[in-house]
């Protein structure tokens, strides 16, 4: 039983370009995204070692794309844990762009 039972919270970090979750105010993990327009590309989601099980990727990923929904903003699921999660939650496909070889140049040139 390693279920934590901690107050969880999600915030955006415009700064360090990612979304993380905080359990009792410690980072459990992250999602990570460019943005490039109107479109919030999402390439790399995390949950620490201590905290895996718990739900918390879902949860974070969960919370991040609301967020982008709420900002007027679409989802490119480069990230294959965002695409998995897009796939089995529809609620999200109106604001989701495909993957095209343009994203992942522009994200590569972006992440140097």
């Excluded at 969880?8 to 905080?22: P, T």
């Excluded at 995204?33 to 918390?56: C, I, K, M, N």
């Excluded at 949860?59 to 699921?77: C, F, H, I, M």
Aim: charged letters at 30%; glycine letters at 10%; aromatic letters at 8%.
């Amino acid at each position: 039983m390693n279920q934590s039972t901690g107050i969880r919270s999600v915030q955006r970090v415009d700064a360090r370009h990612r979304y993380e979750i905080l359990v009792d105010g410690r980072r459990a993990g992250l999602a990570a995204y460019r943005d490039r327009g109107a479109q919030r590309v999402f390439f790399h989601t995390e949950v620490d070692d201590a905290f895996a099980g718990q739900g918390l990727g879902a949860e974070l990923v969960q919370a991040a794309l609301a967020d982008v929904r709420e900002s007027g903003k679409r989802v490119v699921p480069v990230c294959p844990y965002v695409a998995k999660f897009l796939k089995r939650h529809g609620e999200f496909a109106d604001i989701t762009d495909p993957v095209t070889p343009d994203v992942l140049g522009w994200l590569e040139e972006e992440l140097g």
